[in-house]
């Protein structure tokens, strides 16, 4: 299994830019899709992107699409969410998650998930 753990939070003012960070351990990290997602307080959990095994394929949702962009580093066990252009919308607490099978938008289909970092946008 997997361990995740987030960082790169922060409170930044509308417009601006973060990276967040989400490191693997405790087993082959090139095994397992990553995804991360964000939920904001009294919401559901949601989909925001995607990135495939090999980092090759990523997928976002519409409301981060041409915005946030995903990536991961399997040499350092690392997988990135660069999020630009950031409105008091995408505040949250942001997670990544891994999965050996499943690399879809669905939360509840991944099995390992850090403890979220939370992202504040102030208008």
């Known amino acids: 299994q997997v361990q995740l753990v987030e960082s790169g939070g922060g409170l930044v003012q509308a417009g601006g830019s973060l990276r967040l960070s989400c490191a693997a351990s405790?087993?082959?990290?090139?095994?397992?899709?990553m995804g991360w997602f964000r939920q904001a307080p009294g919401k559901e959990r949601e989909f925001v992107a995607r990135?495939?095994?090999?980092?090759?394929?990523?997928n976002y949702a519409d409301s981060v699409k041409g915005r946030f962009t995903g990536s991961r580093d399997n040499a350092k066990n690392m997988v990135y969410l660069q999020m630009n252009s950031l409105k008091p919308e995408d505040t949250a607490v942001y997670y990544c998650?891994?999965?050996?099978?499943?690399?879809?938008?669905?939360?509840?289909?991944?099995?390992?998930w850090g403890q979220g970092t939370q992202v504040t946008v102030s208008s």
């Open positions: 998650a891994a999965d050996l099978r499943y690399s879809g938008n669905y939360y509840r289909l991944y099995t390992y």
């Open positions: 990135i495939s095994w090999r980092g090759d394929s990523t």
């Open positions: 405790g087993d082959t990290f090139s095994r397992y899709a």
